[in-house]
DNA sequence: ATATAAACCAAATCATAATTGGTCGCTCAC
DNA sequence: GTGAGCGACCAATTATGATTTGGTTTATAT
């Protein structure tokens, strides 16, 4: 357990500066004081909270108003589990797979793909060449055959890359990439990894070739359309088995 | 102390099955007999060697030997400390921003915007939270007052996550904050630096004022199509400055 | 009413232990 | 001798638990 009782110390309101008109724009300004003259370590990060305030002799409650209003200036940037830092927060923005995988779970990664796939398809309707939906058919044909769903999954997740690539667009499909390396990384209760093979009445089937098709006549909207309604149906799905399989971890 | 003494397991030598003639090739068949029966985690991830190898009843060494055969033939990838899974290894899928910039380009990024941003912002006005729309309402004040284009950009930034941090979805976020990474990577080189502030009759600040007016409303197609609207305005001022400054990279 | 102190919370970090594929050295059987 | 089995060790990775830290709430006092 730790910091149990505090030591009996003097205290020291004594020393405080006589009562302000404004007492917390003093506090302020002492705050702005001690950064100036303090030499911070190398990352900017200035002490936790709770020693800062017993340093200036304020109460945490009031220091907290103080970097409220330096926060509010964009002067620092305060983070729980990290601490306080001057500058500007540094975007987050290293796409660590594994560190997206771990704050995410099923559900989001289903909401992700219904924001981003049915505009994919869209954008690849416009844009998709011939070569483009003759491998998208392959894969439609090649997803019927599969033996195991493990095959089906990998014409399966085939056929979303190659609309994903028939954007012609780098950044989307890296986007894409990213995300679908986020959907495999996220440890959902381990799904079917039956041996038998996808029947052939599989909703799955229809609705891909709804997609390919709406692509290949250039109907960006239906294109779309039909990829929200299977990616709906694989929502659904698995809310089903998460449902029907309450086991967690 | 983990594992002091393995207790004295009486050997198993005389179980081993008679000697075949070319016994890693048998060892080899075995695995693959115990890989297609056995169902394995969604991972692909195969037991520890150690397990492995007591349940087939042979020693690791001989193990070893048969994993590095499936290796060489791209059925399974292993790596330290992580275990050893079916499939091709998973490419390094970290999203290299650099690299993702350097294959991109202005109108990628912007059409990569297009398609993402508005689908985001019919899902933040499903599920912003109070606090979202107020910080929403302070970055559109604060990019009002801005006295410099980089001030400006700052908030217009911060706007443009605060919607995406307001959908909930961690996922979502990620992969927002890679695009925008890959587009201040992008244009790089042309940021206007005028020291001029914008003029109050900018177009973006209406158009920021209708997304989020619609996100307030909970208005998801209006947000979604009031998004659209200002990325188109952004993309056209953007068109208009490269025709009129030729200048590439 | 306001401020303070204390307690609690969740996110992040740190420290430590346990796994796991890769490697080396020894012993034994043939 | 040669090769296989066995045990130990190594480094990379993961798992786990305690600690730190900003954020929030509550009770108390002035």
Redesign the interface.
Known sequence: MPHLVEPNIPHRAMLTPPKDSHPEKGIVTQLRAYLAQSDLPEDGRLPPERELSSALGVSRTELRKALDVLEEEGQLWRHVGKGTFLGSRP???????SA?AR??NPA??M??RL??E???A??AAFSATPAAIAEMRLCLARSRQAETW?HYEGWDTRLHRTIAEATQ????L??F???N??R?AV??G??R???VRPAPTHHSFAEHDAIVEAIELRDMAGAAAAMRTHLKSVERKLLEQQDSRPEDR
Do not use: K, Q
């Open positions: 975007l987050d923005t290293f796409a660590d797979i997206l704050r995410s989001e990664v909401r992700a924001v981003m049915p505009e994919i869209r954008a493990r667009n780098s950044l989307l890296g986007l990439d990213t995300l390396a986020v495999r440890t959902w381990r799904l990894t039956a041996p």
